[in-house]
């Protein structure tokens, strides 16, 4: 008997999470593309957002003329204030020279999924891909503006201000209850 609620149990735990398991992921919404020179050919940059702000999460797609197929490549992110440095990807280990992957929602491409640039100013991604015809090397710079939103320090005093409030009110109330312990005790 325990068995055969057992079985109905599993079955109905395959029945309810297959529809999640296999749904496919939402296809990326590319907004703008650049181009540029890539040894004989070009390489197209696409974004999911446009202007690039800094702080603010989007995808990049890189597809060289004829495609990603038996190719590799290379992505160093330059910053602003000229230093090579990792964008934060999961499973990079901080390597400013990062190895070109799929992108997870574009399979057609290379891409960084969900990435933000932290810092405001203009940024070089230096390219070098390895193809049948050699290494081909290009930069792409971008321009990542102001941070959206308001400063960071006025995003963190109103967010605090409940919180010191609520600790304002929950120090009077221990205060209140510690005299009353203290006069109880003197009586």
Known sequence: MKRLRLA??????????APAASAQPEPLTIVHSERIP???GTLTASFTDWPVKAGRSLDFTFEPTGG?????GTIRAITPSGEARALGIVGLDGDPDMRLQRHPRARHAWGLDVVALPEEGLWHFEFAVNGPDGTARATLPI??????GPPAGLSWAVGMTPWAVALVVL??????????????WND
């Open 38 to 40: 890539l040894g004989t």
């Open 68 to 72: 990603i197929e038996g190719r590799t």
């Open 171 to 184: 120090g009077r109330g221990w205060l209140r209850v510690r005299r009353k312990a203290v006069l109880g």
């Open 143 to 148: 321009t990542a503006g102001p941070m959206p």
């Open 8 to 17: 109905i149990c599993v079955a109905i735990l395959v029945v309810l999470t």
